[in-house]
């Protein structure tokens, strides 16, 4: 028996060095503040000294000092404490999506080795502290989704190694500051959704190694800097949301890399630029809500990897072009709240890859091609034909495009002019206006007539139709001389 006992004292693992009693106390602290006994996992957390470096989330170096600490999406809840800035060597900080609340302490402006710090999709609140501008090595700040207040503090501008700056989702407040350029490692800014104001600092042209840009939903003004034509790595663009006017600068047509582009809901105005055409790579075309006019540009049927092309909410005219249905990779083609005009284009048929097609409210007129039988990848309620002046004689293919639209029955908001018009003098007050009524009378609609004493208009409403069925109105009333009429269909 004494020799089985020596055997197995021989053979038992050597104890684990203590961490520095600081930090051991800080990990305490960090449990105690936030809840821990109520943690996802919490495994081994508040063992004896010694194990600190195999509770769940904390990584250790050689020395036994604690380098990493990830604990996000933990159900942490409550405040992060002081005694956090006592893990001297702490290089990755990670505590993001939790329930974390109240300030973020500026004893994490000791941690001097730290390169990551996410303590994102939490409840933080107050300012920034200007003392995070000490971790001169930080590559990776991320602060998205909490209640963060006031302007981005000067001291940022220390962080050289800053590669991700994420604050996003806040309510920061103050000016676009123009020392951002000079952090000239950044690859990805997400600004977005705060109160920032004023312009657009043209410095963020300096950024040549920057991928990813957003600073859509704050309240920036001016114009789109022409220098972002010197951001030749740029993948992604959002502006949407804010006051920018325009002209789009042309220097965005020389960024081959670019794949995102949204510029929506500001009130850039004049017509869409031929030069976006230039945009080879880009998926995503987002201009809506723009006060654009005018045509869409032949252009853009150079975009051959268009997957979204948003053109909703303009003043956009014309009609539909045919190059659309060249843009073989669309997924979501939404021009709704225009005024095109016109057929639909039978190509756009041939785009297999379609799942959403919206060009509700325009004036579209006319016999929808055959050709849309074909969208086999159209889901269900994501087509919206609604309020125009569109048909078929086709069941099957009313029947298709029914089982698509978004709101019901498409046919029953469509507005039709009737065919062939012809009037005659009934009597020498009145006249007989008589026309070739729509195929399609289900559902509520009638015609309305107007009459006016010159050509153009201004048109007098005279009166309506019980039904679609109606074929004739007699307009009463009148005194001897030329007339012209305005009869129209119209969803009652």
């Not at 069941?395 to 495009?401: N, R």
């Amino acid at each position: 028996m004494a020799l089985l006992v020596a055997g197995l004292m021989a053979t038992a693992a050597p104890l684990l060095a203590a961490i520095p009693a600081a930090e051991r106390q800080a990990l305490i602290d960090l449990y105690n503040a936030t809840g821990g006994a109520s943690w996802t996992d919490n495994t081994g957390w508040l063992g004896i000294a010694g194990t600190e470096c195999s509770w769940h989330g904390v990584l250790c170096d050689s020395g036994a000092t604690v380098t990493q600490l990830h604990l996000q999406s933990n159900n942490l809840v409550g405040t992060i404490p002081s005694s956090l800035g006592d893990l001297s060597s702490l290089v990755f900080l990670e505590l993001y999506h939790n329930d974390l609340s109240g300030p973020i302490p500026a004893s994490i402006g000791q941690l001097s080795a730290m390169t990551e710090l996410s303590l994102a999709w939490n409840q933080l609140s107050g300012a920034i502290p200007a003392e995070l501008g000490n971790l001169t090595n930080l590559t990776h700040l991320q602060l998205t989704a909490n209640q963060l207040t006031g302007p981005l503090p000067p001291a940022l501008a220390n962080l050289h190694s800053l590669q991700w700056l994420t604050l996003s989702g806040n309510k920061l407040d103050g000016a676009l500051p123009s020392w951002l350029g000079g952090l000239t490692a950044l690859t990805h800014v997400n600004l977005g959704s705060n109160q920032l104001t004023g312009p657009i600092p043209t410095e963020l042209g300096n950024l040549t190694d920057l991928e990813y840009l957003v600073l859509g939903w704050n309240t920036l003004g001016g114009t789109i800097p022409a220098s972002f034509g010197s951001l030749p790595s740029l993948v992604s663009l959002g502006l949407a949301g804010n006051q920018l006017t325009g002209p789009i600068p042309p220097e965005l047509g020389s960024l081959a890399s670019l794949r995102w582009l949204d510029l929506s809901y500001n009130p850039l105005g004049g017509e869409i630029p031929g030069f976006l055409g230039n945009l080879s790579a880009l998926t995503t075309l987002k201009l809506i809500g723009c006060q654009l006019s005018g045509a869409i540009p032949d252009e853009l049927g150079n975009l051959a990897n268009l997957q979204d092309l948003e053109l909703i909410d303009n003043e956009l005219s014309g009609g539909l072009p045919f190059f659309l249905g060249n843009l073989s990779s669309l997924v979501t083609l939404d021009l709704s709240n225009n005024k095109f005009t016109g057929p639909m284009p039978s190509s756009l048929g041939g785009l297999s890859a379609l799942e959403t097609l919206a060009v509700k409210e325009n004036a579209l007129v006319g016999e929808i091609p055959a050709s849309f039988a074909n969208l086999a990848n159209l889901e269900a309620g994501s087509l919206f034909l609604t309020f125009n002046g569109l048909w078929t004689r086709d069941p099957a293919l009313a029947a298709f495009l029914d089982s698509k639209q978004h709101d019901g029955d498409w046919q029953s908001t469509q507005t039709v002019a009737p065919a062939g018009v012809p009037a005659t003098a009934s009597s020498t007050t009145s006249v007989t206006v008589s026309w070739t009524h729509i195929v399609y009378t289900s559902d509520p609609g009638r015609y309305r007539v107007s009459y006016a004493t010159s050509a153009g208009g201004p048109y007098a409403y005279f009166g309506g139709t019980a039904d679609k069925t109606a074929s004739s109105m007699e307009i009463t009333g009148l005194t001897p001389g030329d007339y012209y009429g305005s009869s129209r269909g119209f969803r009652a």
